[in-house]
């Protein structure tokens, strides 16, 4: 069946109840020129058709269902609705992006956590989280004397090859904790000199008063004051720093545990001006340590097995088991590491570290 127009004479508003036949059918009021679809036989289910007006423009309310092209509110919005405004200009609320507050009015700055680097020839203050790299010249670097906790400096010995031509020194009055072998404290008096090519990094833990060392590369020379005789420590690679002092040897020494260093590191100066020989005892207080000879003295230095079964592995070689086997260096500055994997008090296994030079296995 075709669709039924209801003609409406006068009056306005939507048409009483219809017949049943008439549902789904229009109503055209010619009063005001609205249009109604019956979806019942009564007057409340009669509902209004949108209609464009003269303009062409569409013009309704309670609209529903999915909205397509360009569409101006030329009064603003009672109701609710979703998707983009063409002319919003800040979010309705605001965002953290990386613990920066946004709300699209403006453009914001986010950190990247760089800390900035500054190449210095001349002592300088530090400023908190900046690192420094020390190009040359007499260099001292003071630590900031307003710190808070977990701010950091970092110095980099770039240039000098004196390590006292490259100092870190705390501010008057702070210090630098748990620096030296007997875990002293470095006043303002004293100083931490860094040898060529060494980094240090440090951090506030007590704020406006002490530093500690965090971690670093290299090594360094520490005097805690002005009357303190210096000391040289090691930085240990990838775990922080150990504070080693080392022993001088001149004469022929057999390592035990007198020559032990509580710091798990033990370093030696081959300085005899003939062969050192450094025999290795078996005892079981080196195990777990580190030995590391550093060549001084043109004499060159020589580790034995003075343990029935001790010996040495260096790579895919090993030394002689027993008091016959031994590693040789004969050349001055040649340098060797090596950590004892096992020890009983009568035998050893010693795995080689690192090495410098021109080594002799037997």
Same mark, same amino acid.
């Given at each position: 069946?075709?669709?039924?127009?209801?003609?409406?004479?006068?009056?306005?508003?939507?048409?009483?109840?219809?017949?049943?036949?008439?549902?789904?059918?229009?109503?055209?009021?010619?009063?005001?020129?609205?249009?109604?679809?019956?979806?019942?036989?009564?007057?409340?289910?009669?509902?209004?058709?949108?209609?464009?007006?003269?303009?062409?423009?569409?013009?309704?309310?309670?609209?529903? &269902?999915?909205?397509?092209?360009?569409?101006?509110?030329?009064? #603003?919005?009672?109701?609710?609705?979703?998707?983009?405004?063409?002319?919003?200009?800040?979010?309705?609320?605001?965002?953290?992006?990386? #613990?920066?507050?946004?709300?699209?009015?403006?453009?914001?700055?986010?950190?990247?956590?760089?800390?900035?680097?500054?190449?210095?020839?001349?002592?300088?203050?530090?400023?908190?989280? @900046?690192?420094?790299?020390?190009?040359?010249?007499?260099?001292?670097?003071?630590?900031?004397?307003?710190?808070?906790?977990?701010? +950091?400096?970092?110095?980099?010995?770039?240039?000098?090859?004196?390590?006292?031509?490259?100092?870190?020194?705390?501010?008057?009055?702070?210090?630098?904790?748990?620096?030296?072998? &007997?875990?002293?404290?470095?006043?303002?008096?004293?100083?931490?000199?860094?040898?060529?090519?060494?980094?240090?990094?440090?951090?506030?833990?007590?704020?406006?008063?002490?530093?500690?060392?965090?971690?670093?590369?290299?090594?360094?020379?520490? +005097?805690?004051?002005?009357?303190?005789?210096?000391?040289?420590?090691?930085?240990?690679?990838?775990?922080?720093?150990?504070?080693? +002092?080392?022993?001088?040897?001149?004469?022929?020494?057999?390592?035990?545990?007198? @020559?032990?260093?509580?710091?798990?590191?033990?370093?030696?100066?081959? @300085?005899?001006?003939?062969?050192?020989?450094?025999?290795?005892? &078996?005892?079981?207080?080196?195990?777990?340590?580190?030995?590391?000879?550093?060549?001084?003295?043109?004499?060159?230095?020589?580790?034995?097995?003075?343990?029935?079964?001790?010996?040495?592995?260096?790579?895919?070689?090993?030394?002689?088991?027993?008091?016959?086997?031994?590693?040789?260096?004969?050349?001055?500055?040649?340098?060797?590491?090596?950590?004892?994997?096992?020890?009983?008090?009568?035998?050893?296994?010693?795995?080689?570290?690192?090495?410098?030079?021109?080594?002799?296995?037997?």
């Amino acid at each position: 069946m075709s669709n039924k127009i209801r003609v409406s004479q006068s009056g306005s508003g939507a048409p009483t109840s219809v017949t049943p036949d008439f549902i789904g059918e229009f109503y055209l009021n010619e009063t005001n020129g609205d249009v109604y679809k019956a979806f019942g036989t009564s007057s409340g289910n009669w509902y209004k058709i949108p209609v464009l007006d003269a303009s062409g423009n569409l013009s309704a309310t309670n609209l529903s &269902g999915t909205n397509t092209g360009d569409q101006t509110n030329v009064n #603003g919005s009672s109701g609710s609705c979703t998707g983009n405004a063409a002319t919003a200009t800040k979010l309705a609320a605001t965002k953290n992006i990386n #613990g920066v507050a946004f709300d699209g009015s403006a453009d914001i700055t986010i950190a990247t956590g760089a800390i900035p680097v500054t190449s210095i020839a001349v002592s300088t203050t530090a400023a908190v989280n @900046n690192a420094y790299v020390i190009t040359g010249g007499t260099t001292i670097v003071t630590l900031p004397a307003v710190c808070a906790v977990g701010d +950091k400096v970092i110095v980099t010995n770039q240039g000098n090859l004196v390590p006292t031509s490259a100092k870190i020194v705390p501010a008057t009055g702070d210090t630098i904790g748990r620096v030296t072998y &007997g875990y002293n404290d470095v006043d303002s008096t004293g100083y931490i000199a860094l040898q060529k090519y060494s980094t240090i990094e440090l951090v506030c833990v007590v704020a406006n008063t002490t530093w500690l060392m965090l971690s670093g590369s290299g090594g360094y020379s520490v +005097k805690y004051n002005s009357t303190a005789t210096s000391e040289y420590s090691d930085i240990t690679r990838g775990i922080g720093y150990n504070v080693v +002092k080392p022993l001088t040897l001149a004469v022929d020494t057999t390592l035990d545990g007198s @020559n032990t260093s509580s710091s798990g590191i033990t370093v030696i100066k081959a @300085n005899k001006g003939t062969l050192l020989v450094l025999t290795l005892s &078996g005892s079981d207080s080196y195990a777990g340590q580190i030995v590391k000879v550093i060549g001084v003295g043109a004499g060159g230095w020589k580790i034995a097995q003075g343990a029935t079964s001790c010996q040495i592995f260096f790579g895919s070689k090993a030394t002689t088991s027993g008091t016959g086997g031994y590693l040789q260096s004969t050349e001055a500055h040649n340098c060797i590491e090596l950590y004892c994997n096992e020890c009983d008090g009568m035998s050893s296994q010693w795995t080689v570290i690192s090495s410098v030079g021109n080594i002799t296995i037997v």
